[in-house]
């Protein structure tokens, strides 16, 4: 299978690059910057340099052509503003969706998030979902993923991102949202569900659950959320179709 990733040098797009590899997959990363490609090849991908701000459609569509599928893995990621937020979780998607089928590569799997909504209000966010990031993620909670309107702005973009994609019939598309992230070792059990409630998960078992995406055509139009849970991933995956 030969797989192409959109924000290529991040932390689940890594740890999903190594596994693809491992297995004897064909992946390749879409980086910024070309100072990040030796991480990407220590991993088994191939890197691919392009600036998903900036890109044009047809670049895109040269760096998918021949692919099984595409995962966008991007984000704009902390300490950004709403406008970088807006060019990268909502723009790149489409952008990556413009080049895939221009390519006429159907399988489309997007990283969101857990709670996104092109709807969302600043200082809006679940009071539940907020207890639990100040818990858990005392550095961000506060600010990030509390009351500032930043938080807003990324659930907003990843929310009119998910929403756009799923309008477009030539993809077969799936959205994972995952909870609050952590870089603690996978524990390969999961909770995957249309809605699982609020949680974190190790980017580990992120990276383990799109890689049996990947084997799972079955799964294309379905929106889930995913956070630790009991279920094996490979069963929590099957279980989808």
Do not use: C, W
């Not at 998607?93 to 709670?115: F, I, K, P, W």
């Not at 993620?137 to 807003?152: A, K, M, R």
């Not at 383990?208 to 991933?233: N, R």
């Amino acid at each position: 299978m030969r797989i192409v990733i959109a924000g290529g040098h991040g932390r689940v797009a890594l740890l999903l690059e190594r596994i693809l590899a491992e297995r004897g997959d064909s992946v390749a990363g879409i980086i910024r910057k070309p100072e990040q490609a030796d991480d990407l090849i220590a991993v088994g991908a191939q890197p691919f340099v392009a600036d998903l701000a900036t890109a044009s459609v047809e670049r895109i569509a040269e760096l998918v052509q021949d692919a099984d599928a595409v995962v966008f893995a991007a984000a704009a990621g902390a300490g950004t503003g709403t406008e970088r937020k807006e060019l990268v979780d909502r723009d790149a998607a489409l952008l990556l969706a413009d080049g895939a089928e221009a390519a006429g590569v159907r399988r489309y799997l997007v990283v969101s998030s857990l709670g996104a909504d092109p709807q969302a209000v600043d200082g809006a966010v679940d009071p539940e979902f907020r207890a639990y990031l100040r818990q858990h993620d005392p550095n961000n909670g506060q600010d990030e993923h509390g009351s500032s309107p930043l938080f807003g702005a990324y659930l907003r973009a990843k929310g009119a991102a998910d929403e756009a994609l799923r309008a477009r019939e030539t993809l077969d598309l799936t959205i994972l949202r995952p909870g609050l992230l952590n870089d603690d070792k996978g524990t390969g059990k999961v909770l995957l569900a249309p809605a699982t409630g609020v949680g974190s998960v190790p980017r580990e078992d992120v990276a383990a659950v799109l890689a049996a995406l990947l084997d799972t055509p079955g799964a294309a139009g379905q929106t889930v959320e995913l956070i630790s849970g009991e279920t094996p991933v490979a069963q929590a995956v099957a279980a989808l179709v």
